[in-house]
């Protein structure tokens, strides 16, 4: 019978695959802190599968990126006309603001710091703050490859940034026709003229799996 890897042995495989993606995007400067990967213990023929198998290939056409990347004539905001602008108070009791009652929570914007009426204290500003919960990709076995939160979270957290390549509807259209033959597509559409193409370059929120009874 095969001998079951040990803890060390899977480990050094974790690590090696990780040099090797790092080293891949070296030059580009894009992985800007390690990519946690875990495997089941008790799987005989783990430290293969995280070199070679799933978890390995799911690696092999993806940049990993931290921010977005704009695309032909897709843009971000960049300018005071650009970030809408709440009328939020500060709590007395809690001394924050931005908080269920905000209009820019409610549209799903954030609330820059050096426009918001409550500056500071406004609490509307997870992306800014980047207070994201600790993730590993695992191996989902028939749902491929996903990502799991390792540690409590409660109901409306703040979990991480998806981020991409932003694409306007003119290049979402043609990145349509090119993955048409393909198998795993990443593309989430923000408004109507903006879509965020995790495909090629992307964060490890890409990993996140679609549920009709989404717990997250």
């Given at each position: 019978p095969s001998k079951r890897p040990s803890r060390a042995a899977a480990a050094a495989a974790n690590a090696g695959m990780y040099r090797q993606l790092k080293q891949k995007d070296a030059p580009l400067g894009v992985i800007l802190a390690p990519i946690l990967v875990q495997c089941k213990m008790d799987s005989e023929s783990?430290?293969?599968?995280?070199?070679?198998?799933?978890?390995?290939?799911?690696?092999?056409?993806?940049?990993?990126?931290?921010?977005?990347?704009?695309?032909?004539?897709?843009?971000?905001?960049?300018?005071?006309?650009?970030?809408?602008?709440?009328?939020?108070?500060?709590?007395?009791?809690?001394?924050?603001?931005c908080g269920e009652g905000c209009i820019?929570?409610?549209?799903?914007?954030?609330?820059?710091?050096?426009?918001?009426?409550?500056?500071?204290?406004?609490?509307?500003?997870?992306?800014?703050?980047?207070?994201?919960?600790?993730?590993?990709?695992?191996?989902?076995?028939?749902?491929?490859?996903?990502?799991?939160?390792?540690?409590?979270?409660?109901?409306?957290?703040?979990?991480?940034?998806?981020v991409g390549e932003v694409l306007n509807i003119s290049e979402a259209k043609l990145r349509s026709q090119l993955y048409r033959n393909s198998e795993h597509i990443d593309m989430v559409q923000v408004n109507a003229n903006m879509i965020i193409d995790a495909t090629r370059f992307g964060g490890r929120m890409r990993f996140m799996n679609h549920s009709c009874e989404p717990n997250c």
């Open positions: 783990m430290v293969g599968h995280v070199m070679d198998g799933v978890i390995a290939q799911a690696f092999e056409s993806i940049r990993i990126v931290e921010a977005n990347v704009c695309i032909g004539g897709a843009r971000l905001a960049h300018s005071i006309g650009d970030f809408p602008v709440c009328c939020c108070e500060i709590d007395e009791k809690t001394e924050y603001a820019n929570r409610s549209m799903r914007y954030e609330c820059d710091v050096e426009y918001c009426p409550c500056g500071e204290r406004c609490s509307n500003r997870q992306l800014q703050i980047r207070s994201t919960v600790t993730t590993a990709v695992v191996d989902c076995e028939r749902k491929g490859v996903g990502l799991i939160v390792l540690e409590g979270i409660n109901s409306g957290q703040f979990v991480g940034k998806y």
